[in-house]
């Protein structure tokens, strides 16, 4: 594995216990029973992995990899001291040996025996640490939406390709499901449907501004780096929630953060629309919002329509609807149906593209970490299907026909300066893209 820079010194575990986990603890660090930091008792094969963000999200990442033996957590980040405190005590419950813990994930990031890390922040802080990690060749995982701002999902591209990292975006469809998303996207791409001609896909509502009230800011969180690039604004629990909590945080919902329930479902079944297409290395051309209604913008009904004349729709039945000359497949969850059931009545024949089955998302990183080739969602699948959700959401904001360049990734024609004015955002501080 690639061996990167020292971590710096911290206080000793029991300062952290003894403090308790609200709290306020500036820098956390463990010690392993060796006296050194970052010496790994186990076999040289062990790939060293850190976590950052230790949400629920991050928690089921990270319990997915403490099942195998050639994973070791090496060190978590979160800004939230209980949370930090209760994933450093799981991870050494398993392991038998300490786990280090940091607010500051460049602390993380700086350990000599990282080598690869998981990102599970808000979507609004996925570009900064991607970017720092995969430039030093840190290979990542990245959970989806890959980022808030279409410059910022390039600048990762930039960085893998500059650090030669191995990159996951957390779009998980493509491999796991019992392969029903893989199935639907083979049978359309081999014309079981014909020729495809719309796809329907059924989300939630585009980002509304931030209205919550201000609250007291919790001893122990740094409320500073959870805020990272957004703007500044006061504490709330609905944003960043107190202890260990066991549900999704609302902080979706907000543009400050992400890109509301639209591109929270929308990673994920954009995702599988472009994989269908064959379209992971572009994008539409024309993004055309629903008509005013009582002069106002409704929340679905946006149109994006792709180069060979197929159009997707925001709306409809949860999931993916695709509908062809020949019939129609739906596709969910839980769900594989088709207008006529002679479509999904046999597999891919040898004749027939067969898109790749991973055996799982985080498997598939794995192995690819160890043969050194691209995952099935790396960083431009990734990108260019959080781009889709991010051109979707200019379009609701601008409510103007909007014309998209994929190659250069720019808008054209009439309306160009206002999409374009949005395809990148101001950040607070020195919280935003890195500087190379």
């Not at 067969?354 to 192995?367: A, Q, R, S, V, Y």
Request: glycine share 12%; proline share 6%.
């Amino acid at each position: 594995m690639p061996e990167h820079r020292s971590a710096r010194t911290n206080p000793d575990r029991r300062q952290i216990l003894a403090a308790g986990a609200a709290a306020a603890i500036s820098v956390l660090w463990v010690m392993t029973r060796s006296g050194l930091a970052g010496i790994s008792t186990r076999a040289n094969d062990t790939i060293g992995i850190g976590v950052i963000g230790m949400g629920i999200r991050g928690r089921r990442l990270m319990y997915q990899m403490m099942d195998r033996d050639d994973i070791r957590i090496v060190g978590v980040s979160e800004v939230a001291g209980p949370r930090l405190l209760a994933a450093m005590q799981a991870v050494e419950a398993k392991d038998g040996e300490p786990c280090a813990g940091y607010l500051d994930y460049e602390d993380l990031l700086a350990r000599n025996d990282i080598d690869a890390v998981v990102i599970a922040t808000q979507d609004s802080n996925h570009a900064r640490p991607a970017i720092m990690a995969a430039r030093r060749g840190i290979d990542v995982y990245c959970e989806k939406p890959l980022t808030l701002t279409i410059a910022e999902g390039r600048a990762i591209c930039d960085a893998v390709a500059h650090g030669q990292a191995v990159f996951q975006t957390g779009s998980q469809q493509r491999s796991e499901y019992g392969g029903r998303f893989r199935t639907a996207c083979e049978h359309i791409r081999n014309g079981r449907i014909g020729k495809l001609k719309r796809v329907e896909i059924g989300v939630g509502d585009p980002p509304t501004p931030c209205d919550l009230p201000d609250e007291e800011t919790p001893a122990g969180y740094d409320w500073n780096r959870w805020l990272g690039a957004s703007p500044e604004r006061k504490f709330n629990s609905e944003l960043c929630p107190e202890g260990v909590h066991g549900h999704y945080p609302r902080w979706r919902q907000f543009g400050e953060y992400g890109n509301g329930y639209f591109a929270d479902m929308g990673a994920h079944h954009y995702d599988i629309a472009q994989w269908a297409m064959d379209t992971d290395h572009t994008g539409p051309v024309r993004i055309i919002p629903p008509a005013l209604v009582n002069g106002e913008m409704p929340k679905r009904g946006l149109v994006l329509e792709y180069d060979n004349g197929v159009q997707i729709s925001h709306g409809g039945r949860s999931g993916c609807t695709f509908t062809g000359t020949d019939g129609m497949i739906y596709v969910d969850r839980g769900a594989l149906e088709a207008s006529d059931e002679s479509i999904l009545k046999d597999p891919a024949g040898n004749s027939d593209l067969k898109l790749p089955d991973t055996g799982g998302h985080m498997k598939n990183w794995i192995d690819c970490i160890r043969n050194r080739t691209r995952p099935i969602c790396h960083e431009e699948v990734g990108h260019r299907t959080a781009s889709v959700n991010q051109l979707a959401v200019i379009g609701y904001e601008v409510g103007q026909p909007l014309v998209w360049d994929p190659r250069k990734e720019v808008f054209t024609g009439d309306h160009a300066a206002a999409g374009n004015a949005k395809l990148e955002r101001p950040s607070r501080g020195e919280w935003g893209i890195p500087a190379s």
